[in-house]
């Protein structure tokens, strides 16, 4: 088992060395949180030898874990600090949800599919995962009885960004979220609040499931 665990710990290295730094991801706590988390626990059984390539891949309901680079990336500009209040609009896997937590005060994160949300739930409360609230409901509408935050992280597309979800920012929030219809090339977009005045910058061309409408926003904190 000792071995075993040596292993995985070399395989998130690699990872980190030869997928996530040469892209540019450089911010010392986003690297060491993703060194931490066990990836392959958030993935099927026989994807498990895949948990550390470059790629995403499937965990059902039509719903991806992204890949590793690109969960840095969108991690990375978020510009995270301790006392961070963040939410991630797309539980999925719960991964990314993992890595905010690692460094953030808290995270609060919806998901609209119920058996990934208690799937998630599950594994991050058997690692030990004390610092995150879940609600299953429309990412759309985000949390607004916990706005508003320092960041928001939206791991699923939509077309154009939600006004509720920008209202739910702080001012000098950040959200992280890629935009652009389903099934075409999307571009991921910084968008900050400052002043009231909201900017927004194109980072880079990516591909995410879009974001899928709810039924209401059913409070399952915990």
Known sequence: MRHRMDDLALQRQAMIDEQIKPR??????????????????????????????????????????????????????????????????????????????????HVYTVEVVP???????????????????????????????????????VTCAPEEAPEELVSQLKDGGRMVVPLGPPGDVQTLYLIKVQGGRVTRRAVMGVRFVPLMPGQGTGDSAD
């Open 115 to 153: 058996a990934l949300l208690e799937r998630a739930r599950t594994l991050l409360q058997e690692l030990g995962y004390a610092n995150i609230a879940f609600r299953q409901g429309d990412g759309r509408l985000g949390w607004t009885q916990e706005a508003p935050f320092d960041g928001i992280l």
């Open 24 to 105: 540019g991801v450089s911010d010392h706590r986003v690297l060491d949180a993703v060194a931490k988390v066990p990836r392959h626990l958030f993935v099927s059984e026989e994807d498990r030898a895949q948990a550390y390539a470059d790629r995403p891949l499937s965990i059902g309901y039509g719903q991806t874990i992204s890949q590793p680079y690109m969960v840095a990336a969108m991690t990375e500009l978020l510009e995270t600090r301790p006392e961070s209040r963040v939410l991630e609009i797309g539980t999925g896997s719960g991964y990314q949800t993992a890595v905010l937590a690692e460094l953030c005060r």
